[in-house]
């Protein structure tokens, strides 16, 4: 059995890696992108799809407000979970919401009982995140090549409550909580990263996208095929089989279950991030 199944993904290897790129697949061609950062960012992208194709699906992340958390996630994993943070952020860390929802299935079971505020909902956000699956198809929110410079974010989110929470959980006295925060935000204006958000500075071109590659065979475990507010979409299931596609654009949002034990282990997950900021690239 075990020969069989490696030989099955051999053969997925040699046949997704002759396809190539993913976001270029149906035809698609050249990214075309006019800023000359983001080009040599987004054919940065496409070559790494192209390179990791055979093993691994590919999933993209646009924020820009958040990246503060994002990175202080990043820092603290690197010394906690061994996480590699040289090119990449990690979009969460707090792992109490994960004990309940910690596969794309549950995320999406979890989403049925959020009512109207669908994947706004607090407890979908603390453990999922929304990606597409590709650098040029359109996306009906957030497709990366169109929002690369200024980024996706919601303006509902209370950044500086997530931040004094982060701290408070990563062991930051309340009575140093201002100060770690002040000193935060002088770093952050030193190297180009936005913290508008957080009381701090704006830079210009905001963008952040997070390249994330799944192993082929977890794919389905920790995400599934969504359309805007992360309804699903039953059309694209399962994911797997639809990131092979080769005749047509592969399209589409996900919704992904980040638990940080998956999002860190390189054997299952890799992540390289890109900035529209050259400044903070």
Known sequence: VKFIKNQARATTIIEESKKGAQSLRGGVGAVPVADDHARKCFNMMAKKEAQMAGDWGCFYHSYSLAALLYEINAAVASKILKFSNEYSSLPRLLYK????????????AY????????????????????????????DPEATPKDCFLGGYSCGDVDFR??????????????????????????????HDLCTNAFGGSGVK?????????????????????????????PSREPLSRALKADGSPIHGQVRVCADPLVMTRARRVRMYLYSANEGFQ
């Open 97 to 108: 919401g994960f004990e309940k929802i910690s596969s794309g299935k549950a995320l999406l």
């Open 111 to 138: 989403l049925k009982t959020a009512g109207s505020r669908r994947d706004h909902d607090p407890g979908f956000r603390e453990v999922g995140i929304c990606a597409s699956t590709a650098l040029v198809t359109p």
């Open 205 to 233: 071109n905001p963008g952040h996208l997070l390249q994330i590659f799944v192993n082929r065979s977890l794919i389905d475990d920790i995400a599934y095929p969504a359309l805007p507010y992360g309804v699903h979409d």
């Open 161 to 190: 409550g997530h931040l004094t929470n982060l701290l408070t959980t990563i062991g930051v006295p309340p009575s140093k909580i201002a100060s770690v925060t002040a000193k935060l935000l002088e770093i952050c204006k030193k």
